[in-house]
T-cell receptor
């Protein structure tokens, strides 16, 4: 058990809809990361937050947004969903976000767009 | 443009033998390299890491070797056990606080009893 909790585990929705994925980091971790894993792909970095503020941004689409709340949980919002958004979305956390510090991953949310 | 490449999608090894998983990278600014293991329906689990100032790091049955001049690293598992069967991801990151982890596509290891 990594201590990182992601909800829901599975999400099925239709094109054009909007969904929210939630992540609770490990106790004491200040940094949260979001990744997308599509079929046969490695994990693609989307965005990082540290103590409530955005720290780094990857190839995150404009239709996607995220935030980290004062209690350090984070939400990833995906809107105007397209078939290609079907993927596994992982959240990870680390203590401070320092380079080389291991990130601890949740079990992911599987998003299926019909 | 893949900055971290794991060229073998899969690998089969007999129980008790050595498993060697390889990873190549292109960005000379990478300073830390990490290996993660992933079982089905679970998130990746951190396994072992190495910084660019070292060429070897060992933790029990797992050893990571780094060859900076060749931009190549490898993970050795010895002896391999059936429970090691999983997908292994290589990841790399630079020294700046704003650079993200860059992952390879993974190698599926099957340890056969």
């Amino acid at each position: 058990d990594s201590g990182v909790t992601q909800t829901p585990k599975h999400l099925i929705t239709a094109t054009g809809q909007r969904v929210t994925l939630r992540c609770s980091p490990r106790s004491g971790d200040l940094s949260v990361y979001w990744y997308q894993q599509s079929l046969d792909q490695g994990l693609q970095f989307l965005i990082q937050y540290y103590n409530g503020e955005e720290r780094a941004k990857g190839n995150i689409l404009e239709r996607f947004s995220a935030q980290q709340f004062p209690d350090l949980h984070s939400e990833l919002n995906l809107s105007s969903l397209e078939l290609g958004d079907s993927a596994l979305y992982f959240c990870a956390s680390s203590a401070s976000g320092a380079p080389g510090q291991p990130q601890h991953f949740g079990d992911g949310t599987r998003l299926s767009i019909l | 443009d893949q900055q971290v490449k794991q060229n073998s999608p899969s690998l089969s090894v007999q129980e008790g033998r050595i498993s060697i998983l390889n990873c190549d990278y292109t960005n000379s600014m990478f300073d830390y390299f990490l290996w993660y293991k992933k079982y089905p329906a679970e998130g990746p689990t951190f396994l072992i890491s190495i910084s660019s100032i070292k060429d070897k790091n060992e933790d029990g049955r797992f050893t990571v070797f780094l060859n900076k001049s060749a931009k190549h690293l490898s993970l050795h598992i010895v002896p391999s056990q059936p429970g090691d069967s999983a997908v292994y991801f290589c990841a790399a990151v630079g020294n700046s606080g704003n650079t993200p982890l860059v992952f390879g596509k993974g190698t599926r290891l099957s340890v056969i009893a």
